[in-house]
């Protein structure tokens, strides 16, 4: 497979510190598949990747518009 430069980029969706940190609120449910699958690894992985192939690398935020308040569908997790 090829990836053309011009039309390529690696995009990284919500990294959040919750789930990826040791100290994140969500550690206690997730860590344990963190650690199993490398996840912290494989992302350094993808960027160092990317950008050594000089193809654009962008992060994705987790942002909550005002409007999101009002959300009513989520677990534990979400709220």
């Known amino acids: 497979m090829q990836f053309q430069k011009n039309d390529t980029a690696l995009v990284v969706i919500d990294p959040q510190n919750d789930v990826l940190s040791e100290k994140g609120a969500a550690w206690g449910l997730v860590g344990d598949s963190v650690k199993e699958n490398n996840t912290i690894e494989n992302i350094e992985r993808l960027l160092n990747a990317a950008k050594k ?3 654009g690398v962008f992060i994705s935020p987790h942002f909550l518009y005002p409007t999101d308040q ?3 569908y989520g677990g534990a997790v979400g709220r």
């Open 53 to 55: 192939q000089g193809f």
């Open 70 to 72: 009002a959300w009513q």
